[in-house]
Nanobody, 125 residues
Framework: QLQLVESGGGLVQPGGSLRLSCAAS????????IGWFRQAPGKEREGVSC????????NYADSVKGRFTISRDNAKNTVYLQMNSLKPEDTAVYYC??????????????????WGQGTQVTVSS
């Protein structure tokens, strides 16, 4: 059974860093696209970054380019989101999600069918 578990969220000051982890089980990363998404209170869930199957191709939302980096460790079956230079507007619940690479089209929530439970990231002084 496909399962995703996020960790690494917390409270950080503006300008600080956090690394989120998404531990996957029940499937192999090579055959899936993994995305990080976030949802702030009163806002729609939005795509942050995605990494695709065996190619490792990545893409990022404009709002996080140059600050966030997505990566994966196939040996640990885990995908990471390194977040640097955090801003208050990055505050949200962050989710990871998975979709078969055969079905992946865009880094948008509607393309992904399997989701983790989310982890809260709060950027505040």
């Amino acid at each position: 059974q496909l399962q995703l578990v996020e960790s690494g969220g917390g409270l950080v000051q503006p300008g600080g860093s956090l690394r989120l982890s998404c531990a996957a089980s029940g499937f192999t990363l090579d055959y899936y696209a993994i995305g990080w998404f976030r949802q702030a209170p009163g806002k729609e869930r939005e795509g942050v970054s995605c990494i695709r199957g065996s190619s490792g191709r990545t893409n990022y939302a404009d709002s996080v380019k140059g600050r966030f980096t997505i990566s994966r460790d196939n040996a640990k079956n885990t995908v990471y989101l390194q977040m640097n230079s955090l801003k208050p507007e990055d505050t949200a619940v962050y989710y990871c999600a998975a979709v078969s690479i055969l079905s992946f089209r865009q880094c948008v929530p509607s393309d992904f069918g399997s989701w983790g439970q989310g982890t809260q990231v709060t950027v505040s002084s």
